[in-house]
């Protein structure tokens, strides 16, 4: 009995996972081997080749990322009507993360409004490439320590300093963490210097910032996805508003 349930319950998510699938529409990619990288072929290089490998198709694509994948099937004899190029299709203003300098592509953004709603094939050779795992990387750091590649170019973000909402880390140190991070993987902001007088456009409420983003979920346990915010936020240059004082920090996770 426990067995006849048990089948009828993988059938049953079975045909939810069809459904779902069958309601999306599909769109097929032209495969670019210098803005796609394959699990397999990147898992066989070592950090050295990795870094010449990323440099060398960033200074070909001229972009700041690019996708990854893991193969899931390939097909064959399908009849698409349009084969899009990839790069193009994804390096625009749509997918790029706010701000008037950035060119990074939001991830997440990428996520919910392309890779989760369709169905994706990658062309290459006449095969269609059906990945199981599909996602978009910045390409930076390039490389570890001192000599790493970062960039540069980023927007910069002015939060008002919220006593109430920003929190002293626990460690002896001066650096800052919210009241809603999560006690065993905490989001904080390290201090880096004070200046004075900056010029600024917008100044934002920080509860409401993090509050009312994806990395928020109001009714979890665990409401905040700290690693995500933190890597989200690395592409901004931040300050802290306190009165006069401008403090600029950098987003941190620190696992417990």
């Known amino acids: ?114 890779l989760d709603k369709h169905i994706i094939f990658l062309v290459k050779d006449n095969k269609y490439i059906k990945p199981k795992y599909i996602n978009y990387n910045s390409y930076y750091p390039i490389g570890k320590g001192d000599n790493a590649i970062i960039n540069k170019t980023k927007d910069t973000l002015f939060f008002k300093f919220d006593e109430n909402y920003l929190l002293q880390l626990n460690n002896g140190s001066d650096n800052l963490t919210l009241v809603d991070s999560n006690s065993d993987e905490t989001f904080y902001f390290e201090r880096q210097e004070t200046t004075f007088d900056l010029k600024v456009e917008t100044k934002l409420d920080l509860k409401n910032f993090i509050q009312s983003s994806q990395f928020f979920r109001k009714d979890y346990f665990r409401k905040l996805l700290d690693n995500d915010l933190s890597e989200y936020l690395e592409n901004y240059v931040i300050f802290l508003i306190d009165e006069n004082k401008f403090i600029k920090v950098k987003s941190r996770v620190e696992i417990q």
Do not use: R
Request: proline share 2%; hydrophobic share 40%; with cysteine.
């Open 1 to 114: 009995m426990k067995k006849l349930i048990f089948n009828i319950l993988i059938i049953s998510l079975s045909l939810n996972i069809y459904a779902q699938n069958s309601q999306k529409d599909t769109i097929y990619f032209l495969y670019n081997k210098q803005y796609i990288i394959e699990d397999i072929e990147f898992n066989n290089l070592d950090c050295n080749e990795k870094a010449k490998k990323k440099l060398l198709n960033k200074n070909i694509t001229n972009t700041n990322g690019y996708i990854y994948f893991i193969k899931d099937t390939i097909l064959t004899n399908l009849n698409p009507n349009h084969i899009l190029p990839i790069k193009e299709y994804i390096e625009n203003k749509e997918f790029y993360l706010q701000g008037k300098f950035n060119k990074i592509v939001d991830k997440w953004k990428l996520k919910s409004l392309l």
